[in-house]
């Protein structure tokens, strides 16, 4: 396998390319099919991963890939479930924000070893912005052609930021926002939140709801590499490779 460096940069091509492909889908008239679980999937979504899952096979033969409408069509790579090194990937974060064309979806690519996030590439073609990082590597953000190193900050005095999701909330999610003494509310959807975290733009994410971990895996990579964790409401590092590949029990995401 390539050395991470090495790896990362060739994960940030096949996400690039891949993102172009979404972006032919964007200003079109797109179709929309609704699967079994009632989450909506477009030509865009199948033709990002087509790129992105025969891209990372080609690259590392031996590692397992799980992509989300790959699972989906009952597509499972078997292998994956408890594996010391996976893929995570979720071709189009925010398929709602998508059909919206508000901008604010993702393309999702992460890496797994022994259940931790290890490398994560995050891309928002639509605002022509891509997160990427890595264990030992720490964490980049390239806007509009330029990149530059990115890492969480401290928390201000007058109190957190936290990244709110426009699709989703709970009652449980308000009264942490509570507690933490929240002085101001970023709203955004899709991945975007973890990476505004590693950023230094916001301090905390918090999502009691279930998800899937191709939905967190690449932004929690990115936020990790950036100084920042991602802890279950228990405490413990949100783990991956679970047999269904879904965090039930939900997550807080923190900046420094």
């Not at 096979?57 to 409408?69: F, G, M, N, S």
């Not at 009652?171 to 590693?198: M, N, Q, T, Y």
């Not at 009691?208 to 990115?222: K, L, N, P, Q, S």
């Amino acid at each position: 396998m390539l050395a991470p460096q090495a790896l990362l940069a060739e994960v940030v091509k096949l996400v690039d390319a891949a993102a172009v492909v979404a972006m032919q889908h964007y200003d079109a008239d797109v179709a929309v099919t609704i699967k079994a679980d009632a989450s909506p999937v477009t030509a865009a979504d199948e033709a990002a991963e087509a790129i992105l899952t025969n891209g990372l096979r080609a690259l590392t033969p031996d590692v397992p890939v799980v992509a989300e409408e790959e699972v989906a069509k009952g597509g499972l790579d078997a292998a994956a479930v408890g594996a010391a090194r996976f893929w995570l990937v979720d071709p189009l974060d925010g398929t709602k924000e998508f059909i919206q064309r508000n901008g604010e979806f993702t393309l999702n690519v992460g890496l797994v070893e022994a259940g931790r996030p290890v490398l994560g590439v995050v891309a928002a073609p639509a605002i022509a912005t891509a997160w990427w990082g890595a264990a030992g590597i720490g964490a980049t953000v390239r806007d509009g052609g330029t990149a530059r190193t990115i890492a969480v900050r401290a928390v201000p005095g007058a109190g957190p930021a936290a990244m709110v999701s426009r699709s989703h909330g709970s009652p449980d999610e308000e009264a942490l926002l509570a507690e933490e003494g929240v002085a101001e509310r970023v709203a955004a959807g899709s991945s975007l939140k973890f990476c505004r975290i590693a950023e230094g733009i916001a301090d905390l994410y918090p999502r009691f709801g279930r998800t899937m971990e191709w939905d967190t895996c690449a932004g929690d990579a990115v936020l990790r590499a950036a100084g920042g964790r991602v802890m279950t409401r228990s405490g413990e590092p949100l783990r991956y490779g679970k047999p269904d590949f879904a965090n039930d029990g939900g997550f807080i995401a923190r900046g420094g």
